[in-house]
């Protein structure tokens, strides 16, 4: 007899699609899931930490949906996302005939700073003769509000609640149903026959307001044509050119259009750990997982991202290093209230949360990252002004004054602070990039002695008690003996050569203490992880098992280096998109979707991996 307990597992596992079956769109400002059955279950509009208006993702039952799908059984379904774009496509065939349903944020010739706000659908009959249900159930707020539903005239409506509103052009019938709070259609589509739906988010004391009718293959069109012009500045090669041009896709499109801004992910909640409760808000802007972004475009061609976000974090910082966050809202917000929400979560992973506590933690290695960024900016001949230099030289500053304390870590521990080692190497990062800058560069009006005295002792320091005394790798914490994968940045940085005897002994304990059958790793032990007792179920952390490539393939070991990252780039889901993390025991991506960390990832070991590949090569001909 199976139990009442798997009997719940089951209906949220057959209720709940897989994170994989998911794909993104978006338009800079906005973004949308979409499921390989043609559902839009996840949607924030205007703004990417809007309050969702479909989040059927989070609650199947009070999230609300936007979907279109044939009446009869679907045999088979392909998507694709349109050449290199964001607009996807998906095919479904049935017995009796096909679809295909183009999904988009559509995109003006003004670039993502002058956003329509609208999510456009259409629906072309490829073969054969379709019924197509289609459902719009708008759930504003995450669900809180049911919205009230009215006609406008022939093909438009609208929906309203609170400060939220949309209104939906249809070229079809659509049929209110007040009882639910949706719209609801059901079409008879031919060979040969096309229509578009378009929902745009406007105020809702403009839904009365006069608009043009939107031309949806034309919209189509200029928005395919935006992210070409777009993507032909990006530099690919090789055998995975398709998902090293797809995660810069994925960057971009997590870039806020306005700001500069880059966020982590455009999602929610969606668990480290199914059922667990490490589930967390990704919809802001992380100094460490920007500035890794913007180092990751900038090596494939796109300068411009670079430049935005360094304006961003100018503006944001208000000019005072001393009150910098490890975070922002994607336009600027410095206040980021964690709030739980009554809504079940993804299979039952609790509490549902918006905003983020860690805004509040200390994290020393953004000085590291900042510092770096501007660095890397300037060695690829681009200037720095002299506000922004005064900015640098406080930012370090701060690093020289607080590089002592403790604090959460990369990894945002919510218990003790400690002395992480990653954290001080980052510091270290920040004062040798400094010194560079003044030495290399030319830059004046610091005391650079100050800081060569400064670097020298977090060396010293991380050399005595960051050191296993009797096995000789690095630890995670001073005076510890176990390691985390973060400590694979030490290589990275340039902290020490990845032929450095530590450094080879500390990728040895990593494979070992953290290693998976299949050879990702993931990033901690469970000790390291007593505040949560959930941890110690965590999945793959993908993006330091991207790490992993880089250092391997930096040892010299190249062929172990490709092997695992053919191994990565298999997890990538239909059309190219990596979540936070894989569990190996379930075969299945976990964690925020798509997140900016892994696909940066991706970028940046598949260029470490080709260019010592090719080094590997020089050196057998010689």
């Known amino acids: 007899m199976v139990s009442s307990t798997t009997d719940s597992i089951m209906t949220s596992i057959e209720r709940y699609l897989p994170i994989g079956d998911y794909a993104l769109i978006g338009d800079c400002h906005s973004t949308a899931l979409v ?34 799908r044939p ?16 607009v996807l496509e998906t095919t479904m065939v049935t017995e009796v005939g096909t679809i295909v349903v183009t999904d988009a944020f559509t995109m003006t010739d003004g670039g993502s700073k002058h956003p329509r706000h609208e999510l456009l659908r259409m629906i072309d009959c490829t ?24 006609a406008h005239g022939p093909g438009i409506w609208s929906a309203v609640a ?8 249809a070229e079809c019938a659509l049929s209110i ?47 395919i044509a935006w992210w070409m012009k777009w993507s032909k500045k990006t530099i690919s090669a090789g055998p995975h050119a398709h998902l090293h041009s797809r995660s810069a896709l ?19 909640s969606l668990p480290e750990i199914v059922g667990g409760s490490s589930n967390w808000d990704y919809r802001a802007c992380w100094i460490r997982d920007a500035t890794l972004t913007l180092a990751a475009l900038t090596t494939v061609g796109h300068h411009g991202v670079a430049d935005g976000f360094r304006r961003f974090i100018m503006r944001t910082a208000a000019g005072d290093a001393s009150e910098l966050q490890i975070m922002y809202g994607p336009y600027g917000e410095r206040r980021l209230p964690e709030i739980e929400l009554d809504l079940d979560g993804w299979r039952g992973s609790r509490p549902v949360r918006t905003g983020n506590a860690a805004a509040t933690q200390m994290q020393l290695d953004v000085y590291g990252h900042l510092v770096d960024a501007t660095h ?58 400094g010194i560079r800058l003044v030495q290399d560069h030319g830059f004046s009006g610091v005391e650079i002695d100050r800081w060569i005295l400064a670097r020298d002792e977090i060396r010293a320091t991380v050399d005595r008690r960051g050191v296993h005394p009797t096995l000789g790798h690095f630890v995670q914490a001073f005076d510890g003996e176990s390691v985390d994968a973060s400590l694979l940045k030490l290589a990275l940085v340039g902290f020490v050569d990845a032929f450095d005897e530590r450094m080879i002994k500390t990728v040895d304990a990593i494979q070992q203490q953290l290693g998976t059958p299949d ?12 505040d949560d007792d959930t941890a110690r179920h965590e999945g793959v952390f993908l993006l330091c098992s991207f790490w992993l490539v880089e250092v391997l393939a930096m040892q010299g070991r190249v062929a172990d280096a490709k092997a695992l990252f053919e191994r990565l780039a298999g997890l990538a889901n239909d059309v190219g998109l990596f979540a936070e993390e894989y569990s190996s025991d379930d075969q299945e991506l976990l964690g925020n979707f798509p997140q900016a960390f892994t696909h940066l990832g991706l970028i940046a070991a598949e260029h470490r991996l080709r260019m010592c590949t090719e080094e590997h090569e020089r050196n057998d001909h010689r």
């Open 35 to 68: 499921s390989r059955h043609g559902s839009i279950d996840w949607a924030c509009l205007r703004r990417f930490d809007a309050g969702s208006a479909f989040a059927r993702l989070l609650d199947h039952d009070k999230g609300g949906h936007y979907s279109i």
């Open 71 to 86: 009446v009869e059984p679907v045999v088979r379904t392909h998507r694709r996302y349109l050449r290199e774009t964001m």
């Open 127 to 150: 073969a054969g003769h379709v019924v197509v249900d289609v459902e719009i159930k708008p759930r504003f707020d995450y669900g809180l509000a049911t919205p009230w539903i009215r």
């Open 162 to 169: 609170g400060d939220d509103a949309m209104v939906i052009q």
């Open 177 to 223: 149903d007040a009882s639910c709070g949706s719209l609801t259609a059901q079409i008879e589509l031919d060979e040969g026959a096309h229509l578009g739906l378009v929902l745009v988010s406007v105020p809702p004391h403009l839904i009365e307001g006069e608009r043009g009718r939107v031309d949806a293959r034309t919209s189509i069109e200029t928005t």
């Open 250 to 268: 994925v960057l971009k499109a997590l870039c806020c259009g306005p700001t500069g801004a880059i966020i982590a992910a455009p999602t929610t």
């Open 376 to 433: 890397l900016w300037h060695t690829r001949q681009h200037d720095i002004t002299e506000d922004e230099w005064t900015f640098i030289t406080a930012v370090i500053e701060q690093a020289v004054a607080r590089w002592h304390e403790p604090d959460a870590g990369i990894w945002e521990l919510r218990g003790h602070p400690r002395h992480y080692v990653h954290s001080k190497v980052m510091v270290w990062v920040a004062l040798d990039r």
């Open 519 to 530: 050879g990702f790793i993931r990033r901690q032990t469970t000790r390291d992880t007593s």
